[in-house]
């Protein structure tokens, strides 16, 4: 345990400070380039480059080569994989609009590594209860949870700031569960997630400088899920994931069909003339997260965000009781 | 309506360890002998059709649970 502190540190400060420091160039050069979008939620036409992608990349993968320095462990080679995988499939998406298909299709791709590196278990740990072993539907499960996680944390990006600060509270939450179920290593592992999501809030937040994109949101979403599964969190990661699957389960129910947001047809929230975000009681928009957060009344964006945070916290408080109840059984 | 997702997010925690208790209790133990070297396959096949049966009920309960928590919320 000792021995993990040095690379631990090492790995967090190389996560946090590459993309504090790149996101601002990389703002610049989208900026020349004209890769900039209106961001819908504001009064005046106000233009925001994306994607923040490359920043959240370079420094996951940085940061991770720090760790396989020390550490040389094959999953942590899976993570940087799973995860430069889904980068290119969401930047493939910010460049071109790709159909509803494309992006679950390619990530459970993305997910090759896992497995050909065989770093999974095929047992599923549940509180109280213990393990369950299921061998051929576990793989099944490898190839369904990245598609899973990276669409959840792309659909919850809708609001300045929302998808980066749930990230942060999310992967802290899930470190923190690691190291209550002991397993150090995947947990050091998992922390440069959070501090590449935290040094990106710092630009992502209200009002944003930059939007993360497809490519930064698949890039923090699947690197999530490979995590969970290496770490053999998979229950854990969901409950801690709750407020997006929550999100993607009222989208999808209500939709009924796999597709893009652009396709969708109805406006689930439009604007107050003080420029609030109101829920609109349009029967073929869609039941989404913010929807249901606005139905008590206009919010502005901020208390929007606010109130995704607190459900993430929440959410992130039963990841850690369910962490100490795994280690009780019946 | 913030009390109402707080809800929603604590009974699909609940749901989510009552699916495991059934995991664990019905599909751990569950094995096949009749059939030589195909007893894993038809076990796992087994497994598979018992744990889709199990997401499908926890979509739906979730459906009901929804409508009921947010019917007063829900104009739309």
Avoid at chain 1, 3 to 19: D, G, K
Avoid at chain 2, 10 to 24: E, H, K
Wanted: proline share 4%; charged share 15%.
């Amino acid at each position: 345990m000792i021995e993990l502190i040095i690379p631990a540190i090492i790995s967090c400060i190389t996560a946090f400070f590459i993309v504090f420091f790149m996101t601002p160039p990389l703002i610049k050069f989208l900026e020349k380039r004209n890769f900039a979008v209106k961001d819908m939620n504001k009064k005046e036409d106000v233009m925001v480059v994306r994607p923040g992608g490359p920043a959240l990349i370079a420094g996951i993968i940085v940061s991770e080569l720090v760790l396989y320095a020390f550490l040389q462990l094959n999953e942590i080679l899976v993570i940087i994989i799973t995860t430069s995988a889904a980068f290119v499939i969401g930047y493939v998406d910010d460049r071109k609009v790709m159909g509803g298909w494309f992006k679950p299709v390619t990530l459970a791709v993305a997910a090759i590594p896992i497995i050909a590196f065989g770093t999974y278990d095929t047992g599923l740990s549940f509180p109280l209860f213990g393990m369950v072993q299921i061998p051929v539907l576990y793989i099944a499960l490898i190839f369904f949870m990245i598609p899973i996680t990276g669409n959840t944390i792309n659909s919850i990006d809708v609001l300045n700031g929302v998808a980066s600060g749930f990230m942060v509270i999310a992967s802290f939450s899930l470190s923190i569960c690691l190291f209550i179920v002991q397993n150090y290593e995947i947990a050091i592992v998992s922390l440069p997630l959070g501090f590449v999501s935290l040094a990106f809030y710092k630009y992502h937040k209200i009002p944003s400088k930059i939007f993360p994109g497809d490519s930064g949101a698949l890039t923090l979403g699947a690197m999530y899920g490979a995590i969970a599964i290496v770490g053999g969190v998979e229950i854990i990661a969901a409950v801690a994931l709750l407020p997006a699957v929550i999100n993607s389960f009222l989208f999808l129910s209500s939709v009924k069909k796999i597709v893009e947001h652009r396709q969708v047809k109805g406006t689930p929230v439009d604007h107050t003339d003080d420029f609030r975000l109101r829920a609109t009681n349009d029967k073929s928009a869609p039941v989404t997260l913010v929807r249901l957060i606005l139905a008590g009344g206009p919010l502005s964006e901020k208390q929007v965000g606010f109130a995704i945070f607190k459900l993430a916290i929440f959410s992130g408080i039963l990841a850690i009781i369910t962490a100490f109840m795994m280690g009780v059984t019946f | 309506m913030k009390f109402g997702l707080f809800g929603f997010l604590f009974a699909m925690w609940i749901l989510i360890l009552l699916g495991g208790g059934i995991m664990v209790t019905i599909l751990g133990p569950f094995t096949i002998q009749q059939f030589g070297e195909f007893n894993w396959m038809i076990a796992s096949g087994v497994k598979v059709i018992i744990a889709l049966v199990l997401v499908i009920a926890w979509i739906l309960i979730l459906l009901k649970l929804k409508n009921q928590i947010f019917r007063k919320e829900l104009k739309f």
